[in-house]
């Protein structure tokens, strides 16, 4: 469950593989278009690969490098767990075809 930014009442979220999911989500309360945040975790994931080059030169470094990564994969799997939403901003995709149903009959 996550707080709705708009009226703080509770939205169920769907599971963080299920995009279709995710495209459709709204409060039941106010009928706000939500989306997940992206997860702040990520920003860590490009540290890792430098710190294990690193682990290289000695044992207390590689102990370094093994608790950052389990600290980085633990805070994205607690993110995707219990995720954060914000109030859509981007417009929906423009649909490819338009229907004219107010203009001449053929």
Known sequence: MAMCPACDHDVRTPSFLNLVGWSHLSCAHCKARLEMKPPRSVVLGPLIAPLFVLARQGRIFEIIAFLFMFATILFLLLETARPKVRLRKRPLPKPAIRL?????SN
């Open 100 to 104: 004219n149903i107010d203009g001449p």
